[in-house]
């Protein structure tokens, strides 16, 4: 049987560092739903019609943004191996060959979003907000670019374990989206009111003042300069494209799959009322915060078991992962315990319909139970990544969310008239059956030294 030993020593001093770069991580991640909440509560004050649109927008917005964070997911490990190999030098060529590829997502993307009328009837959008949702997404299209950038400018610095500059321009951009998105919606200044159109180009204008400033951050501060980023400078390098995309894609079909579970989840639940439907956005929603600090933390165990693969540390590699992985359990037990023990405090923050808040506090139990699962899943699957492992994974993935969660959920919810309490044990079994999966994978490629070194 294989066997893992720590050293107290080693396991602090692990311990210590993922957390001092996951610290800042989680707050970007936090800072990261913050538009969100911006452009609905901006919306919300404007009309519910305005509200109604941006939000369906926003959620259409949301597939690119998944699939450029999945993609440029490739450069955070391969940075941190070649910053652990002591080949620093080399991370230009890879970061510039990372831009490359950015900007050829992002076009695409573009493309995409401005041409996504065809989505609206399929998901069964209103014909009455149609209008206003394409004119948020024409806006925001021009974005697409700016994001898939931004991504790839935040890969390189937190694989050179910089992680505090993403927190900076994470919570800058969110100071600066509010008054513009207030004064372009609502036509102050002088300017015409422009409700959801004014949303998209003030979320567009602050993605690209976030790119800039960062790629100027790094391009200036001295932290960067032995990176060999002019150095790097060259037209695109299939090669080295392709192996980003051997890492990237598998990542961005995972996220993908992930976000459109919950998506299907919630027109499945869409179907069994009004009441039903705040229900779940509220449970959700309290989720989605608590989901942000695991997901930092998975960053983080990237960036840890990366190094490790670099220096050839196979027992690094594996204190990288699992202390990681520990981590998650304790923050996870903290969520768990605030959801399970606090859960009509977190509804009322929400609601005030005495309906909504009771299914809303059943949810929140349930989601409650599954922070564990969620924690260990996305967690193992970052400590993957820091291996270049992402195929395999994606595969998991797919099967478990797909193959389990998803069929669990509908036939304990509309066989067993259950509702929405049965889609969410669903969730429960396709984050748990990914949980114990993802670990197994991580554990046996860790003791077998089985993951790919930078060439």
């Not at 490359?100 to 014909?127: D, E, K, N």
């Not at 890492?247 to 009322?273: D, K």
């Not at 699957?381 to 195929?391: C, S, W, Y």
């Amino acid at each position: 049987m294989l066997s893992f030993r720590p050293d107290r020593a080693r396991v602090a001093h692990e311990v210590g560092a993922t957390v001092r770069l996951a610290l800042p991580l989680i707050a970007a991640q936090l800072a990261a739903v913050g538009p969100n909440f911006v452009d609905a509560v901006l919306a919300g004050h404007l009309s519910a019609h305005v509200q109604a649109a941006v939000t369906t927008a926003v959620s259409i917005w949301a597939l690119a943004l998944v699939s450029a964070l999945g993609m440029m997911m490739a450069v955070p490990p391969s940075v941190a191996q070649l910053d652990g190999a002591g080949r620093r030098h080399e991370v230009g060529a890879v970061f510039v060959q990372a831009m490359w590829l950015a900007w050829g997502m992002g076009i695409v993307l573009w493309f995409l979003v401005r041409h996504a009328t065809p989505l609206l009837g399929w998901i069964g959008v209103v014909p009455t907000l149609r209008t206003d949702v394409t004119h948020f997404l024409h806006a925001i299209s021009w974005a697409a670019p700016a994001m898939t950038s931004y991504f790839a400018i935040r890969g390189l610095s937190e694989g050179l374990s910089m992680t505090r500059p993403s927190m900076y321009f994470s919570f800058g951009g969110l100071l600066v989206l509010a008054p513009l998105g207030y004064v372009l919606m609502y036509g102050k200044f002088g300017l015409p009111a422009l409700g959801s159109l004014g949303s998209g180009i003030a979320t567009a204008t602050v993605l690209w003042l976030e790119m800039l400033g960062f790629l100027w951050y790094v391009i200036k501060h001295p932290a960067y300069r032995d990176v060999g980023l002019r150095e790097g400078l060259a037209w695109p390098r299939p090669h080295m494209i392709l192996e980003l995309l051997k890492i990237g894609g598998p990542m961005s079909i995972t996220l993908l799959a992930e976000g459109g579970l919950f998506v299907a989840v919630a027109l499945a639940i869409a179907t069994l009322g009004e009441t039903v439907v705040a229900s779940h956005q509220v449970a959700l929603s309290v989720a989605t915060v608590f989901f942000m600090i695991p997901l930092g933390l998975s960053m983080a165990i990237t960036v840890r078991v990366g190094n490790a693969v670099g220096r050839n540390d196979e027992r690094g590699v594996r204190y990288a992962g699992f202390c990681g992985i520990a981590l998650a359990l304790v923050v996870q037990t903290v969520s768990c315990s605030v959801m399970l023990g606090l859960p009509h405090v977190l509804a009322s923050m929400y609601t005030r319909d005495a309906a909504v808040n009771a299914l809303a506090v059943q949810l929140m139990v349930l989601a409650g139970f599954f922070q564990f699962s969620d924690g260990i899943q996305v967690t193992s699957n970052g400590a993957l990544r820091g291996l270049k492992d992402t195929r395999v994974p994606m595969v998991i993935t797919l099967f478990a969310y797909w193959a389990v969660g998803m069929p669990v959920g509908w036939w304990l919810a509309f066989h067993q008239g259950m509702g929405a309490r049965g889609m969410w044990m669903g969730l429960i079994a396709g984050l748990t059956v990914a949980a114990v999966l993802l670990f197994t994978r991580f554990w046996r490629n860790a003791f077998r030294a089985r993951w790919q070194r930078p060439a």
